[in-house]
């Protein structure tokens, strides 16, 4: 499992799980992307932008990332119905 920080503005909490630590969309999309054709296929995301778990939505959907397992936690207020829609592959926590 990978662990990835996504925010723009916070640093990396202090006790640091994170095994990177990105500031756009375009950024995490790109090593997700990567980590998965390695072959890591459950990634946990702590992040404040939904656009995010969109577009993974759709990697999903599409067959081209059908083995992907998210564990998500948004550390902002961000409510979306998109984990509950999703529940069998990504999870929040």
Same mark, same amino acid.
């Given at each position: 499992m990978k662990f990835i920080y996504v925010d723009d503005l916070r640093p990396t909490p202090a006790g640091n799980i994170y095994d990177e630590h990105f500031k756009t969309v375009n950024d995490t999309l790109k090593y997700v992307r990567a980590a998965y054709k390695a072959g890591t296929t459950t990634f946990f995301l702590d992040l404040n932008n939904i656009e995010i778990l969109n577009e993974l939505e759709t990697l999903?959907?599409?067959?081209?990332?059908?083995h992907l397992?998210? *564990?998500?936690?948004f550390h902002s207020d961000i409510h979306s119905t998109i984990i *509950?829609?999703?529940?069998?592959?990504?999870?929040?926590?």
């Open positions: 999903h959907d599409s067959g081209k990332m059908r397992k998210l *564990k998500v936690h *509950k829609r999703n529940h069998k592959w990504m999870e929040e926590v």
